[in-house]
């Protein structure tokens, strides 16, 4: 099955006429993703790289039947392409932009509730991506194969160093979501961890989380009280030095509850498989997976 | 709406993880906020018809003393620099006397201070702040962050004011979180400033001061708006008597007319110099450079030295589309950094080419062998991993380097690149 994009994703581009918006397009297109056309607002009309461009997400949607959107627009007006995609009733909304203001973002987390039948990805993420069906974001389709593990993941590159690592042992993935490094982002790891738990092809979950923030215990907990597929963790951060951000925005860990360690440490008492060392996420899962299910 | 005194314990504990994070965040470091001095921001304030102490920022110890003269001789003399714990750290004092306050800006200029927030190294003071003394009855905190779990902007204040705060009780805090439709309303500002403590001809005063703040920090874009101590004054006016604001540095491009409040001497400058290429460098403490594409693989890049032992001098991400241009002055200002024994380079190539990367190194390189400038003359051993796009190719041209200073070894995996650096970090140490 595989959670957010499949086979059935049909996908639209905003901010396709940019540099990065059509390279992506492509890339989507000739990774086998269902890319209908994109957005422009200045260049309704045109057809470029054989995709046409729309003059609002309504229109597309109206024109292609398009249930997903990866957004590649400005910082500037990022904010104000996800509530158009929200408006227009765009299901799966993939945010990559990075550098939002974060006073954008509390306005849109503040309507997203008011949008139930959509979802938000990002933003400042790597996207989603269901190998050989879809792919919907930047990730390098070519290191991914198809198989069982789900990955979540604030990183994008971390997420491609668990997909390398799991690759060479001969393993694939379900679904890999990068849900973004930003302060505020949309979809959360908990939320996610649900759809995995719901679907038949995942059999167990990577979840690599950073210094900052609460959500990956926020996860942690949900996966005590309520997951049954085994879930490993790594937690990137352990040589932060506190109060520092590292690189993400919202990669700062904050006091003590925050930092790499303690959080490893939380996820362990809840029942998590803990990765300690980042070069052997893939080993971890392999063994985890031959093991499960299995209660730590 | 209202998260006053009575909210669970756990609830208010996880805001202020948040808080005090943001709060230690006024350390300098990094991309994504700019810090500004106190002068400043109480600029600011003014601007939005806060009232703020009087205050001149002093050009010399002649200048101190004629504003000492101009308040009234009694004034409080304030170091600038961006890490808060300054009173404690005794860089803020009060002149009772116009000579004190000249020798007390002598004293203060060109001084290192070390605070709980700078570390070790202290910051060094530039500027020196002349303030009128005020007649304390009370003193509150207040401040403006975004709380990360509700992504709102959230109110915290409390009774326990001043230099103490950090070490006040978490039930000391009382948090509102403001809904962006609404801004501050009447009624929670209300049980606030009751919660508080405030006398009935202050909370007026205090519900106009909140809402002009919450005004700074919208209008602005910041990310921390911080009033340490807001004090109550024995002639009845609530005024702020210190303030620390950070801005979101995303938000920059809106901003014009703050950039000119960026100190860029405050801060590393290594780290500066990065961002100006759109690369991401923090100084650390130990002696191998790394430098990696991505702030999570870099992150988890660090650990992996930390497990084998090795440590490293800086966390460097190359960034989404690193160019040629921008890993050259990575790469130099890894190999300008005197403690650095070994050279990490991590590059998973998604969006980033791995023989762009090697390019950026090899001009780098090629650069540092002609000595244009003064390279300490030494042996760097360099540790490269390319997996991902072009790995191939850029493994391709480092191999082509023959560099006395820079033996290239190769790892196939992280694993192999990290054990292979911390091994060689730790033979150069006993060279």
Not at chain 2, 283 to 297: E, F, H
Not at chain 2, 328 to 337: G, P, V
């Amino acid at each position: 099955m595989s959670i957010l994009v499949d086979k059935d994703t049909k996908l639209i581009v905003q901010g396709i006429t940019g540099t990065e918006g059509l390279s992506h397009a492509r890339a989507m297109r000739d990774y086998g993703t269902r890319v209908l056309g994109g957005v422009s607002p200045e260049k309704p009309g045109e057809r470029i790289n054989g995709f046409p461009v729309y003059r609002s997400v309504t229109e597309a949607k109206a024109e292609t039947g398009a249930n997903t959107s990866a957004i590649f627009v400005p910082p500037a007006g990022a904010a104000d392409a996800i509530h158009e995609a929200l408006e227009a009733g765009i299901e799966l909304i993939v945010c990559v932009t990075e550098g939002i203001p974060v006073a954008d973002m509390i306005r849109i987390r503040r309507v997203l509730p008011d949008y139930p039948a959509s979802r938000l990805i990002g933003p400042n993420c790597p996207g989603v991506i269901s190998p050989g069906k879809a792919k919907v974001g930047i990730m390098p389709g070519a290191i991914h194969a198809q198989g069982c593990v789900g990955i979540v993941s604030r990183s994008g590159t971390l997420m491609y160093e668990a997909v390398a690592q799991l690759g060479a042992l001969g393993l694939g993935e379900s679904t890999c979501v990068g849900i973004g490094g930003d302060f505020l982002v949309g979809m959360d790891y908990r939320e996610v961890l649900a759809l995995f738990e719901g679907d038949d092809e995942t059999n167990g979950v990577l979840l690599i989380g950073e210094v900052g923030g609460m959500s990956e215990i926020e996860a942690a907990e949900y996966v005590r009280s309520t997951m049954t597929k085994p879930v490993a963790a790594f937690v990137a951060g352990k040589s932060a030095p506190r109060g520092r951000r590292m690189g993400h925005a919202g990669a700062i860990a904050e006091d003590s509850a925050s930092s790499a360690a303690s959080k490893m440490e939380a996820l362990l008492s809840r029942g998590l498989t803990v990765i300690e060392d980042p070069a052997c996420m893939g080993q971890v899962l392999s063994w985890m997976l031959q093991n499960s299910p299995i209660l730590l | 709406m209202t998260k006053g005194l009575a909210s669970p314990k756990t609830c208010l504990r996880s805001v202020l993880i948040e808080e005090d994070g943001i709060h230690r965040l006024a350390r300098g470091g990094g991309r994504r906020t700019m810090n500004i001095h106190e002068y400043q921001a109480k600029e600011i304030l003014g601007r939005y018809g806060i009232a703020v102490p009087r205050g001149r920022l002093a050009v010399s110890a002649r200048d101190a003393a004629i504003t000492a003269d101009e308040f009234g001789g009694h004034v409080v003399v304030k170091a600038q620099i961006h890490a808060g714990g300054r009173g404690k750290a005794g860089g803020v004092r009060f002149a009772a006397t116009r000579d004190e306050a000249a020798s007390l800006y002598e004293e203060f200029l060109g001084m290192r201070l070390i605070t709980r927030q700078t570390g070790p190294e202290g910051a060094r003071v530039r500027r020196v702040y002349i303030e009128e003394a005020l007649s304390i009855a009370k003193e509150y905190y207040l401040s403006l962050s975004i709380d990360r779990k509700h992504a709102r902007i959230a109110l915290l204040a409390s009774a326990a004011g001043g230099g103490d705060v950090e070490e006040a009780s978490q039930g000391a805090f009382a948090r509102v979180l403001i809904d962006p439709c609404l801004g501050p309303t009447a009624h929670s500002m209300r049980a606030l400033a009751v919660s508080l403590g405030l006398e009935s001809a202050c909370r007026r005063m205090f519900f106009g001061m909140v809402q002009k703040l919450y005004e700074v920090f919208t209008s602005c874009d910041c990310s921390l708006l911080e009033i340490n101590p807001l004090a109550r004054l024995s002639d009845g006016r609530l005024l702020p008597l210190d303030c620390k604001i950070s801005f979101d540095d995303n938000a920059l491009f809106r901003h014009s007319e703050l950039l000119a409040y960026r100190d860029i001497e405050e801060g590393a400058p290594e780290e500066f110099e990065a961002s100006k290429y759109g690369l991401t460098y923090v100084k650390l403490d130990g002696d191998i450079g790394c430098m990696v594409n991505g702030a999570g693989l870099a992150m988890a890049t660090l650990d992996a030295l930390l497990l084998r032992g090795g440590t490293s001098a800086n966390f460097l991400d190359l960034g989404g589309g690193a160019s040629k241009e921008a890993v050259r002055k990575a790469f130099s200002l890894i190999i300008e950094d005197r403690r650095v024994k070994v050279i990490l380079i991590n590059v998973l190539g998604g969006i980033v080419r791995c023989d762009v990367v090697a390019a950026g190194v090899a001009e780098a390189i090629a650069e540092a062998s002609t000595a244009s400038y003064a390279l300490p003359k030494r042996h760097i051993p360099i540790v490269a991993r390319f997996a991902g796009n072009r790995a191939g190719e850029g493994r391709s041209l480092l191999e082509a380097i023959k560099d006395d200073v820079f033996p290239i070894r190769f790892a196939e995996t992280m694993d192999a690149a990290a054990t292979l650096a911390a091994e060689a970090a730790g033979a150069e140490g006993r060279r």
